[in-house]
C-alpha cells in the first residue's frame, strides 16, 4: 500500500549497520575493509615518511568518522586498525612484518612532545562518544536531547554512572570516562542535587535529611538579596553528628548559588 520495499534487521542505513551488535567484529568488516584498501602495503613505497602520516591521519579522520562518532568499536578491531597503520608508517608489505623502531604509544604523541601526531584510534573514539554526553549537557532543549532525556532519563543517568541494565548499547557506550575529565559549576543549582552529586558529600547528615533528592535550588531562597538556606532533618543531632553538621555550615557559608537574572 505504502510502495514500500519489506527489509528485515540488520540493515545499513546512511552506511550504519541499524539492529546488529556493535560490538561485534562482523559489525566492523566495512571499516576494517575500507582501511585495508587505503591503507595498501604499496603504497609506502612511494610516499615519503611524511606522506604516510598524513595519509594515515586523512584515512583515520574521513573513513570511519561517521561510524567512531556513534559507535565504540571493539578491541580485536582496535588492534587489526592499528596493524595496518603500523605496517604502512614502517613500510612492511602486505602478510610481511617489519621492525618498528619506535612504539605505536610514542608515534601517537604530539610533535611537540616527540611524537609524529598520528591520532589514537582508541582515544578519537572516546572522544568522538564524549560529545554526545557534551550535547545532552548544553543542548538539552534540542529535540534529539530530549528524546534521549525521555527514554533514558538523560544525563543525570550518566552522571551517576549507572545505565539501567535494560538500556541500549549504544547508551551503556556512551557512559565512559567522561565525568573524570571535567568540573560541575553549580550555577544557579537547578541541575545539581544537595546530597547525591559529588560537591557535598557527608553520609551520616545525608540519612538525617528529608530533601535527600532535592537540588541545589530548592534547598534555598534569595532573601533581601542574600541567599538563606533551609534544610530541613528527620531528628535532633547525635553527639558524633555535631561536628559534621558544623563543617558543613562552613562550607554553606562560602557556598551560594548564582541569582537568576531577570530581564529587563
Not at 561485534?24 to 611524511?50: E, P, Q, R, Y
Not at 561517521?66 to 592499528?82: A, D, E
Request: with cysteine; net charge positive; proline share 4%.
Amino acid at each position: 500500500m505504502l510502495n514500500c520495499r519489506i527489509t528485515h534487521l540488520p540493515f545499513l542505513y546512511l552506511g550504519l549497520p541499524i539492529g546488529s551488535n556493535p560490538r561485534k567484529v562482523d559489525t566492523c568488516k566495512l571499516v576494517l575493509l575500507k582501511f585495508n584498501k587505503k591503507l595498501s602495503g604499496w603504497k609506502s613505497k612511494i610516499l615519503s615518511m611524511a606522506g604516510r602520516v598524513c595519509l594515515i591521519n586523512s584515512v583515520l579522520t574521513n573513513l570511519p568518522l561517521y561510524y567512531l562518532s556513534f559507535f565504540k568499536m571493539p578491541k580485536k578491531v582496535v588492534r587489526k586498525i592499528v596493524t595496518l597503520q603500523r605496517n604502512l608508517l614502517w613500510g612492511a608489505k602486505e602478510g610481511n612484518r617489519k621492525i618498528s623502531w619506535v612504539s605505536w604509544r610514542k608515534v601517537c604523541q604530539s610533535k611537540k612532545q616527540g611524537g609524529l601526531g598520528v591520532k589514537d584510534i582508541e582515544m578519537f573514539n572516546d572522544a568522538l562518544l564524549g560529545k554526545w554526553r557534551w550535547g545532552l549537557f548544553h543542548q538539552h532543549q534540542s529535540l534529539w536531547s530530549r528524546i534521549l532525556n525521555s527514554k533514558y532519563d538523560g544525563w543525570r543517568n550518566l552522571q551517576d554512572g549507572k545505565p539501567n541494565p535494560a538500556s541500549s548499547i549504544w547508551w551503556k557506550d556512551i557512559n565512559n570516562w567522561f565525568d573524570q575529565g571535567i568540573e560541575w559549576i553549580i550555577g544557579q543549582g537547578e541541575h545539581t542535587r544537595f546530597w547525591l552529586d559529588p560537591w557535598c558529600k557527608f553520609p551520616r547528615l545525608f540519612l538525617n535529611s528529608i530533601q535527600q533528592n532535592n537540588t541545589i535550588a530548592s534547598m534555598g531562597a534569595w532573601v533581601d538579596n542574600g541567599w538563606k538556606w533551609d534544610l530541613l532533618w528527620r531528628r535532633e543531632w547525635f553527639g558524633r553528628e555535631i561536628q559534621n553538621w558544623e563543617e558543613l555550615q562552613q562550607l554553606l557559608q562560602m557556598t551560594v548559588p548564582q541569582k537568576e537574572v531577570v530581564p529587563t
